[in-house]
């Protein structure tokens, strides 16, 4: 599906092939082995976002929901990190039995959850949020690298009756540093008779007209118009 995942330190080339036509990347990998810790701002928030845990329909909402309420998509971590690892006695968010987290527990449906089964065991983000409760749950940190701006590509695009699209959203930190986020990132259309897109960014063009996906990632909003 195009993901690269770094194996170890190294230079390798990667092979893209279509239609005939080839291109060609090359990929450096540094520290792979150095020590990493998962970012409350960047990781953890990104994927309740995600997931839809901090919506407006969810947790997001003005008086929050079953007495658990976050930040509108997360646009305060300060507070977010002060509910989810201080209240509700410390169960939310546990240090000394991370699998036994109301934040795991819940959206894995191991516990009743009204938002249902969100954090099957086995993925990506159950991955990031179990990880994240194992190092200790740390917080916001005041001088990390934040998202300034969100790249969405194709920015526009016509295209024939049924075809598919594929969105890559990119963010640039305030360190200069560039970064894929497609997976991270919310997307919704305006019109799904038009435009439906799914949960990885995959539009399939559904009747003619025109059609915005809005894209969320860290509280930064952006928009892909797409045309048949």
Known sequence: D?????AGDGTAEIVAKTAGA????RV???????EFSWSFRNHVIPVLTKKGCNQGACHGALAGKNGFKLTLRGYDPEVDHAVMTREASARRVSL??????LMLLKPAMKVPH????LLPPDSYEYRVLAEWIAQGAPGPIGNEAQVTSLEVYPRSAVLAPEAKQRLVVRA??????VADVTRWAKFNSTD???ANVEE???VTMAGFGEAAITVWYANKVLYSRLAV
Do not use: F, I, N
């Not at 195009?2 to 770094?6: A, K, N, R």
């Not at 080839?22 to 990347?25: H, K, S």
């Open 96 to 101: 000394a039995d991370p699998e036994g987290s």
């Open 200 to 202: 990885d960014g995959m």
């Open 192 to 194: 799904a008779g038009v």
């Open 28 to 34: 450096t990998v540094r520290g792979a082995k150095s």
């Open 2 to 6: 195009g993901l690269v995942t770094p």
């Open 22 to 25: 080839e291109a060609r990347l």
């Open 114 to 117: 009204g938002g249902g089964y």
């Open 172 to 177: 640039r930190y305030s360190d200069g540093r």
